[in-house]
Nanobody
């Protein structure tokens, strides 16, 4: 089993920055991929960004391209999401997810493990 623990959420003004961290423990794996999803009130959960362990390939949803950066520290089993130029519409609960396969999938069901989520609130 793999446990994922997110940290770094909070309240920030529009235009500000936050960095989310996701620490993996337990039966971690060196292949596969990790991702950040988010869910705003009344909306479906959506993929924000994903990264492949092996070659650090990434993908982003269009609304965060150029503002958010996903990165990983394989030695410490940690994935980060640097969020800059935050907007009120970025307000959501952000979830870390991991999958044992390497494809950078957008679907929730493609991910095997999930964190508990961390709230990000961007005020206008």
């Amino acid at each position: 089993q793999v446990q994922l623990v997110e940290s770094g959420g909070g309240l920030v003004q529009a235009g500000g920055s936050l960095r989310l961290s996701c620490a993996a423990s337990g039966r971690t794996f060196s292949n596969g991929a990790m991702a950040w999803f988010r869910q705003a009130p009344g909306k479906d959960r959506e993929l924000v960004a994903a990264i492949r362990y092996s070659d650090a390939s990434t993908r982003y949803t269009d609304s965060v391209k150029g503002r958010f950066t996903i990165s990983r520290d394989n030695a410490n089993n940690t994935v980060y999401l640097q969020m800059n130029s935050l907007k009120p519409e970025d307000t959501a609960v952000y979830y870390c997810a991991a999958r044992r396969s390497t494809g950078l999938r957008t679907e929730e069901l493609a991910y095997d493990y999930w964190g508990q989520g961390t709230q990000v609130t961007v005020s206008s």
